[in-house]
Nanobody, 121 residues
């Protein structure tokens, strides 16, 4: 069974970069047709897909966040990361990593526990 564990600082200052890491166990992030996503949830926005990285290493981003988002991976550690730059208080949310499965369906079958990130000085 695939399990995901997100981690990273819970407090980020405005204008700085939010950085989170998702460690995957029970499966390889390079397994064909697997896509690994970052999603966030806030009272004002609800559930929002941030972006993903494919098994091939190719990232995809939400158009509304693309200019500020970078998703990468470390295959040797079987983990992928999120970097969201120039953050503001509106970026405050619970951030989840998840596996998109079946591929290209918009569904997710495995989720991390969620990390609360607050943007504040």
């Amino acid at each position: 069974q695939v399990q995901l564990q997100g981690s990273g600082p819970g407090l980020v200052k405005p204008s700085q970069t939010l950085s989170l890491t998702c460690a995957v166990s029970g499966g390889s992030i390079t397994t064909r047709n697997n896509y690994w996503s970052w999603i966030r949830q806030s009272p004002g926005m609800g559930l929002e897909w941030i972006g993903s990285i494919a098994f091939s290493g190719k990232p995809s981003y939400s158009p509304s966040l693309k200019s500020r988002t970078s998703i990468s991976r470390d295959t040797s550690k079987n983990q992928f990361t999120l970097q969201l730059s120039s953050v503001t208080p509106e970026d405050t949310a619970v951030y989840y990593c998840a596996r998109e499965y079946p591929p290209q369906t918009g569904g997710f079958d495995s989720w991390g526990q969620g990390t609360q990130v607050t943007v504040s000085s």
